[in-house]
């Protein structure tokens, strides 16, 4: 059985489908061995500080689709681009 195979025999027993909420990805995280921590951090946040090449595919999918979302494009400019207003 390949990883896709387990992981879609996993999703169907445990009726995940489309990833809709974080719920589901954290039901994944937590099948794979992740959980919460006594310092705060959610099994998801923990599954992502070890693995910096999950954060790179979330960085990425988010640079995919931020010029498809205008309010996050209008958001990120807003951070990087100086306020004209307080130099007049």
Do not use: C, T
Not at 28 to 34: D, M, P, R, S, T
Not at 41 to 50: R, T, V
Request: proline content about 5%.
């Amino acid at each position: 059985m390949n990883a896709n195979d387990i992981i879609n025999q996993w999703e169907e027993q445990n009726r995940v489908y489309h990833y809709e909420n974080v719920k589901d990805l954290e039901k994944l995280v937590n099948a794979i061995g992740y959980h919460s921590d006594p310092y705060g951090n959610d099994a998801i946040a923990n599954f992502l500080g070890d693995n910096p090449g999950a954060l790179e595919a979330v960085r990425n999918w988010i640079a995919e689709y931020i010029g498809k979302v205008p309010e996050w494009r209008d958001s990120i400019k807003d951070e990087i681009e100086p306020d004209n207003d307080e130099n007049d």
